[in-house]
């Protein structure tokens, strides 16, 4: 199987390295646009600031290419918001392919949600197996408002979409690298889809 993990200097992606080789799947970083569309997977990192990232992917031409993949893509964490219309960090504009802005937590609670939280999820290809509020581990200050894209939702002051899906599209806002057994298993639902 031939997983790319988008390369953009956007976040430390030897630990989701790390959890691939775990389940027995060797993946390439890259920034190449051709490696990138042959792929059969492409999961989308991301961590740091939304702008910053942004203009790295314009830089290299990807946000072209990814709302034109046809593979599975998986984006994860700021991987995850980007896939949106716009995001409030920064007034920043994302890729589009989900029709939502992400919004800032209020300024009701601490920032960023840092820490396990509990996931509920709706029965779809990413959770199977994985029972209802599992913990995943999450760092994030923004999020991504339920929508019909949701598949997954935690709380923190308030619900919030923590995994959404569309077409062949798959954002989460928990890093499944480092979530234990139940990150394991969603990453291997993911290659399987």
Same mark, same amino acid.
């Given at each position: 199987?031939?997983?790319?993990?988008?390369?953009?200097?956007?976040?430390?992606?030897? #630990?989701? !390295?790390?959890?691939?080789?775990?389940? %027995?799947?060797?993946?390439?970083?890259?920034?190449?646009?051709? /490696?990138? +569309? +042959?792929?059969?997977?492409?999961i989308?990192?991301?961590?740091?600031?939304?702008? #910053?990232?942004?203009?790295?992917?314009?830089?290299?031409?990807?946000?072209?290419?990814?709302?034109?993949?046809? !593979?599975?893509? =998986?984006?994860?964490?700021?991987?995850?918001?980007? =896939?949106?219309?716009?995001?409030?960090?920064?007034?920043?504009? %994302? =890729? %589009?392919i989900?029709?939502?802005?992400?919004?800032?937590?209020?300024?009701?609670?601490?920032?960023?949600?840092?820490?396990?939280?509990?996931?509920?999820?709706?029965?779809?290809?990413?959770?199977?197996?994985? /029972? !209802?509020?599992?913990?995943?581990?999450?760092?994030?200050?923004?999020?991504?408002?339920?929508?019909?894209?949701?598949?997954?939702?935690?709380?923190? +002051?308030?619900?919030?979409?923590?995994?959404?899906?569309?077409? &062949?599209?798959y %954002?989460? !806002?928990f890093?499944?690298? /480092? +979530? #234990?057994?139940?990150?394991?298993?969603?990453?291997? &639902?993911?290659?399987?889809?």
């Amino acid at each position: 199987m031939n997983v790319i993990i988008i390369d953009y200097d956007a976040g430390n992606v030897r #630990s989701l !390295q790390f959890a691939l080789n775990k389940l %027995g799947v060797n993946s390439i970083l890259s920034n190449d646009p051709e /490696k990138i +569309s +042959s792929a059969d997977k492409v999961i989308f990192p991301g961590q740091g600031q939304a702008s #910053s990232a942004m203009i790295k992917l314009k830089k290299k031409g990807l946000d072209k290419v990814i709302p034109n993949l046809k !593979q599975p893509l =998986l984006g994860i964490c700021l991987g995850m918001q980007l =896939l949106c219309l716009k995001t409030k960090e920064g007034n920043t504009q %994302g =890729l %589009g392919i989900i029709k939502i802005n992400v919004e800032k937590f209020p300024d009701t609670v601490k920032v960023p949600q840092m820490g396990w939280n509990t996931v509920n999820h709706l029965s779809r290809n990413l959770f199977k197996g994985i /029972k !209802q509020d599992a913990y995943m581990y999450l760092v994030h200050s923004f999020y991504v408002p339920l929508i019909d894209e949701t598949s997954a939702h935690s709380f923190y +002051s308030l619900n919030y979409s923590v995994a959404i899906e569309k077409n &062949n599209f798959y %954002g989460v !806002q928990f890093h499944p690298e /480092k +979530s #234990s057994n139940d990150g394991l298993l969603l990453l291997e &639902n993911f290659l399987k889809i």
